[in-house]
């Protein structure tokens, strides 16, 4: 009788090795990238909006910060279908170099090129489309199926962290550096680029390309032991070329799930990201530094939402983390609203509204903003090894175009003026519905706690 553990049960069995380790950390500063160049492009819109030579209106601002969702939403799409198609390292590494390319040609913006600069914002986030889209699908073809959900998670967690670097970059350089400093600090992620160069490709997906050689390899480098020590390969056929096909026949109904679940989770996130700081500077009047310093406490909150999710999604299931935390980040929106109202009110404190209005973000950050810890993993383990990487792609990407639809709908709102707290009221009553019911959506996905990845 043959006693011999697969590679798949080594990974199971073993401790976390140095080298999965590596590859976790490798992702996790990759995907902190996308939320530290987001919320620096809202600390420079915020920036530009109060420089008498931009002359930017709420419209205005608007098409800029829309433009990265534009971006983000192509690049989720053509970076999944290439991450199974040349492989998840080499989409990975090429994400950050188109990340890094267009963020330094903002410097050549001239002075009121709002238009020119949402172009280019389109390119930037062409690039971050991709970031968390390849690396999720990589780490979880590398770690122990009963911590998946955790570790897969962590790639996500720490992304808040990006806003407190926004954050702290800002408060100690904005008036310092100016907003094309900014722009520079946006670029460092291009030196990650040499560590993603030492992390082997996923072994699931030389196995999709029949190369069982350089899998074994690859699992001998995760385990951190010689490769004719790795037991046999789990079972994966050499995968057809028929790509969007495949999708679309078979897992029609996980993709409808992650674009309308992820659509409802994204708009008023990336948007609280997006409008966040101008809102409390302008609608609420606090200055640059104290709004700096809340939205190092979002983060924090953030962070934290993001680690709970992510840790009690292997104890509990993924499905009720997605109903729990997404009808928390409802009440929060809620609590905004209320801010806001309060703030509208002729006779009002508008201090103590927009300290209401603040906590609700909080709120809302931590838990519709936190079940990302949770949201795109759980949706890459709802499609098989061969198209993981293109039915998050598509489906993320699908639901990222409220990337656009969120900034560019504060900004109509807003119009020629700038934010009051009046305008803001109805915006979080949608965000507060659209985290309903992308909680209610996820219970329809199927549930993949403490499953590998075959079994699913």
């Given amino acids: ?135 999720i699908p990589f780490v979880q073809e590398f770690v122990p199926s009963k911590q998946r959900g955790l570790l897969s998670g962590l790639t996500a967690v720490f992304i808040p962290a990006g806003i407190m670097l926004g954050s702290i970059a800002t408060s100690t350089l904005g008036v310092s550096f100016g907003w094309r400093g900014l722009v520079v600090i946006g670029a460092l992620p291009i030196f990650l680029v040499f560590w993603a160069m030492k992390v082997p490709e996923s072994p699931r997906f030389h196995q999709t390309k029949g190369n ?20 046999p390969l789990p079972e994966i056929a050499p995968k057809s070329q028929k790509g969007f096909r495949v999708l679309f026949e078979r897992h029609k109904k996980a993709l409808a799930i992650v674009t309308i679940g992820s659509f409802s989770f994204i708009l008023g996130s990336f948007t609280i990201q997006s409008w966040g700081q101008s809102i409390l500077g302008t609608s609420f009047q606090f200055d640059v530094q104290q709004v700096s310093l809340m939205f190092i406490g979002v983060s924090i909150a953030d962070l934290l939402g993001r680690l709970g999710a992510a840790w009690v999604s292997d104890k509990i299931g993924r499905r009720k983390v997605m109903l729990i935390w997404g009808l928390l980040g409802a009440v929060g929106c809620l609590i905004a609203a209320f801010g806001a109202k309060m703030g509208a009110a002729q006779d009002s404190n508008l201090f103590n509204a927009g300290m209401l209005f603040f906590l609700g973000i909080v709120i809302a950050m931590a838990f519709g903003d936190g079940a990302f810890g949770v949201l795109n993993p759980f949706g890459a383990e709802q499609f098989s090894t061969e198209i993981r990487s293109t039915g998050l792609g598509l489906g993320y990407g699908l639901g990222a175009t409220a990337k656009i639809v969120g900034p560019y709908f504060v900004g109509m709102l807003i119009g020629g003026g700038k934010p009051t707290a009046g305008v803001v009221f109805v915006p979080f009553i949608v965000f507060a519905i659209l985290f309903a019911v992308g909680a209610i959506i996820y219970q329809f996905a199927k549930e993949a706690k403490g499953k590998q990845l075959e079994e699913i």
Wanted: aromatic content about 10%.
């Fill in 212 to 231: 069982n050689e350089a899998a074994r390899n690859a699992y001998a480098w995760a385990l951190n032991i010689a490769p004719e020590d790795v037991g």
């Fill in 1 to 135: 009788m043959n006693t011999q553990l697969t590679a798949m049960e080594q990974i199971d069995s073993g401790k976390l090795t140095r080298n999965q380790k590596s590859l976790i950390g490798l992702a996790i500063v990759g995907n902190i990238s996308e939320f530290f160049d987001m919320f620096l492009i809202g600390f420079i819109v915020a920036l530009l909006m109060k420089d008498p030579g931009w002359n930017l209106t709420g419209f205005h601002s608007g098409v800029v910060l829309a433009g990265a969702g534009l971006g983000t939403v192509l690049g989720s799409i053509f970076w999944g279908r290439l991450a199974d198609f040349l492989g998840r390292k080499k989409a990975f590494i090429y994400c950050i170099i188109i990340l890094a390319v267009f963020t330094v040609l903002c410097l050549v913006v001239p002075v009121n090129g709002w238009i020119l600069l949402a172009i280019l914002r389109v390119g930037v986030g062409f690039g971050v489309g991709g970031l968390s889209i390849t690396s």
